[in-house]
């Protein structure tokens, strides 16, 4: 399994990034994909799911602002995130939650948000 995330850099407040992961090694069309973030206090919260199905839920601090979509042809899973505030500051991550037993994370990409 290899999960690789991209997309993350510097947004004023009020900016959008989109992250993007890219999957393989694993039926991509057929799981859970999740988006996690670690905060500068070493939190890691969870951001936002998206099942196979494609059905979504959402962290409240972010409704309303992130969503999370895929592409299952190109196995990508997406994170459009819009009005980023500094509070948004983190390493975001890609998971994947269960296959094979175990949780599987990708590298994180760092996303920094200045006020």
């Known amino acids: 399994v290899q999960l690789q995330a991209s997309g993350g850099g510097l947004a004023q407040a009020g900016g959008s990034l989109r992250l993007s992961c890219k999957a393989s090694?694993?039926?991509?069309?057929?799981?859970?994909m999740k988006w996690y973030r670690q905060t500068p206090r070493n939190l890691r919260e969870l951001v936002a799911t998206?099942?196979?199905?494609?059905?979504?839920d959402y962290a409240d601090l972010v409704k309303g602002r992130f969503t999370i979509s895929r592409d299952n042809v190109k196995r990508i899973v997406y994170l459009q995130m819009n009005d980023l505030k500094p509070e948004d500051t983190g390493v975001y991550f890609c998971?994947?939650?269960?296959?094979?037993?175990?949780?599987?994370w990708g590298q994180g990409t760092l996303v920094t948000v200045s006020s």
């Open positions: 998206i099942s196979s199905r494609g059905s979504t």
């Open positions: 090694g694993f039926n991509f069309s057929l799981n859970t």
């Open positions: 998971n994947l939650p269960d296959f094979r037993g175990r949780s599987w």
